[in-house]
């Protein structure tokens, strides 16, 4: 098992920045490794969709947990490893505070974790940065996932 943690600190609102993270879609727009995801359907528990990652082949993945707009789970089915999502996004002067723990698990867990490492921390910042930018964008061109 191989786990990293990331924190974040955006100046945009957790209503603002919901949307953007929970609709797959909207991923590859904040998320430069993700070539495309897709998922038909309420942004719940339960909720299973695919994902394309740069350089890896397409993986299944389902909403493990959703408790809007605060915290979600995913779990990702990829290379004979599962690789857990959680994400938490917390208030905090006027913009948002967003956690997230990524646990790598089973048999190429330990080798997928180690090639992903340096790109995870490299590029999640940028994400988060982007999404931020995003949600301060005023077109309002995200369709929200439907609650």
């Known amino acids: 098992m191989w786990t990293t943690e990331q924190t974040f600190d955006s100046d945009a609102p ?3 920045l919901w949307p953007l993270y929970t609709s797959a879609e909207a991923w590859p727009r904040w998320a430069d490794d993700i070539e495309w995801a897709h998922a038909e359907g ?3 528990a339960g909720l299973e969709g695919r994902v394309k990652y740069s350089g890896l082949p397409a ?11 605060r915290t979600f789970s995913i779990r990702l089915k990829l290379l004979l490893t599962h690789i857990t999502f959680d994400h938490r996004l917390t208030p905090r002067d006027g913009g948002t505070r967003i ?4 646990d790598f698990g089973g048999l190429l867990a330990p ?3 180690l090639i ?5 921390r490299r590029d999640w910042p940028k994400a988060m940065a982007k999404m931020t930018a995003l949600a301060h964008d005023s077109r309002g061109d995200i369709d929200p996932p439907r609650a």
């Open 111 to 113: 080798l997928l974790g």
């Open 59 to 69: 993986a299944s993945y389902t909403v493990t947990g959703a408790d809007r707009p």
């Open 99 to 102: 956690d997230e723990r990524i």
């Open 14 to 16: 957790v209503e603002a």
């Open 116 to 120: 992903e490492r340096s790109r995870i």
């Open 42 to 44: 309420h942004f719940e």
